[in-house]
């Protein structure tokens, strides 16, 4: 039997208190894709560092071996230099550079110490084209979307004569058709003979491209299983990461509705550049007491750039329409203004838009209503720790303490302190804009069972997702919306089920037709 290319004996990796990996084994067959599973804080992300050289040799006990030969990497560097190569899930691309600088940053094209301009910009565009990019080298990354800044990413790595290419939530932040073109590349680059670790909590992708899957729970390798051979599906996975069977994704819950408590009237938005544009026209939209609310759309809908306009007009030029809370009138003109309104929005972007990556928990908890907490002209200390001390429990967030930084937890954990600090602010509408994106399947569990408590405490919910199946569990009604226009509203129909079919044919702005029989119940909205 050909040996593996690579292979990790009894990786343990240890953090002030925390133990992240206890002797955890890993063995990647030449030429595969080899997915790696796991809860958030699980360790995957972090055996990962290991392996590319992030945590040097010497910050961590066990053995990497790459062909047979034990590996001693002091830094990226090193596993640059014998082929491994690794993604973050947050890309490591200089928006203000173009590609060609971007691909060669640190590996220059030079000869004497002067940089070659020209093999740099015929070499960015055959590693491009290998990529399925039809971009000039000479663009600037800025101007490039979430899916084609991954594949310069991607182009980056062949740049360095990648063997073993680690990609860490490679969609996460994709839309379905750049995903399906990035699963299509992976398997591309496995018949070239490139081996690929991936890192994903979409589970359907994993079981649709992966010939190996590890998996990883609180610090442990748990197992390996071979797609084909153990006709692995998505429960199978689950049973492996959470060490249980989970019946069901999603908690049950017997809605409770009362009164209208948040309701858009001919909601228009204009861009915040250009107020000729109107990214939002016309949207009227309802939800009531105790009652939770899908928005469905594609990417570029406007699906964010409506939940933000109305959260204290934090995006775009100008609105017109009326936004009533109770049955009140109410004209928002700031985040503030919106918060001491009862209306809390839960940014698709933790790290860049919900958390202060500078800060610990504590901070992070309390930092939109300090107003709550204050002694004379300071914050109450004591008490600052005793609100985050209550979250920190409610939320399950698992920390050493609430002193520890949000940047050094998981995910899943961070999406919960971003929870903790608006659920502090008791709002009467909170607004989830993906929150779920890159969490777990366990994580996101418990996420929704804090937004059904929420629903039960009477607040009005409003969730946007890209995940369909993801709304049709949680929703009691959805709105589809294209081209910044809402055009239906779904209700259950009566044996509780969503028609898919339908719901798409709404985002993408085609009408849908009820077939006999139907189990949904759809209202379009006239253009």
Not at 36 to 42: F, K, M, T, Y
Not at 141 to 149: A, E, N, Y
Not at 158 to 175: F, G, Q
Request: hydrophobic residues 40%.
């Amino acid at each position: 039997m050909e040996p593996p290319v690579l292979e990790m004996r009894a990786i343990t990796k240890q953090f002030p208190g925390v133990k992240a990996l206890d002797r955890v084994d890993l063995r990647v067959r030449r030429g595969t894709v080899h997915a790696i599973c796991g809860e958030n804080g699980a360790g995957k992300s972090t055996l990962m560092k290991v392996l590319s050289g992030v945590y040097p040799h010497g910050s961590y006990d066990g053995q990497v071996l790459l062909d047979g030969q034990e590996v001693a990497f002091k830094g990226i560097k090193d596993s640059e230099a014998a082929g491994v190569v690794i993604i973050h899930q947050e890309l490591a691309l200089i928006p203000e550079l173009s590609i060609a600088e971007n691909m060669f940053l640190g590996n220059e094209t030079s000869r004497r110490g002067v940089i070659s301009w020209d093999r740099a910009h015929s070499e960015s565009a055959e590693l491009l084209a290998r990529v399925g990019l039809a971009e000039n080298p000479l663009t600037q990354v800025k101007h490039l979307g979430v899916g084609k800044q991954q594949l310069v990413e991607i182009a980056k790595a062949l740049s360095k004569k990648v063997r073993l290419l680690i990609l860490d939530e490679p969609t996460a932040a994709l839309n379905d058709d750049d995903a399906a073109h990035l699963l299509d590349l992976l398997r591309d680059l496995q018949l070239k003979g490139v081996t690929c670790i991936m890192i994903s909590h979409k589970l359907g992708e994993i079981a649709a491209v992966s010939d190996e899957i590890t998996i990883i729970r609180d610090g442990r390798s748990i197992e390996t299983l071979g797609v084909a051979e153990d006709s692995v599906d998505e429960d199978r996975i689950i049973r492996g990461m959470v060490g249980r069977d989970l019946d069901h994704r999603f908690p049950a819950r017997t809605p409770d509705l009362g009164e209208v408590r948040l309701e858009l009237s001919d909601w228009t938005v204009t861009h915040p550049l250009d107020r000729s544009r109107e990214v939002i026209r016309g949207a009227d939209l309802t939800v009531r007491r105790g009652e939770i609310v899908g928005i469905a759309g594609l990417m570029g809908s406007g699906r964010t750039e409506l939940a933000r306009s109305v959260f204290g007009r934090s995006y775009g030029s100008g609105t017109e329409g009326t936004l009533r809370l109770d049955g009140r009138e109410l004209q928002l003109r700031s985040v503030p203004e919106a918060i001491a309104a009862g209306i809390a929005y839960v940014s698709e972007d933790r790290k860049g838009l919900g958390l202060n990556l500078l800060d610990d928990i504590k901070r992070s908890v309390v930092s939109a209503s300090l107003g709550s907490l204050r002694r004379g002209l300071t914050v109450d200390e004591g008490k600052e720790v005793e609100v985050a001390e209550h979250y920190r429990r409610a939320l399950n967030i698992k920390a050493s303490s609430v002193d520890q930084g949000v940047a050094t937890l998981s995910g899943g954990n961070q999406q919960k302190v971003v929870l903790g600090k608006w659920m502090h602010t008791d709002p009467q509408v909170l607004i989830l804009d993906e929150p779920t994106r890159g969490i777990d399947v366990g994580a996101k569990y418990e996420i929704y069972t804090v937004i059904h408590e929420l629903a039960a405490q009477g607040r009005a919910v409003l969730v946007i997702s890209s995940e369909l199946p993801e709304l049709f569990g949680l929703c009691d009604r959805i709105y589809t919306l294209a081209e910044g226009r809402i055009t239906a509203e779904v209700s259950r129909g009566s044996d509780g089920d969503y028609d898919a079919e339908q719901i798409m044919r709404h985002m993408t702005g085609t009408p849908a037709v009820s077939a006999p029989g139907s189990p949904t119940t759809t209202q379009e909205v006239a253009p």
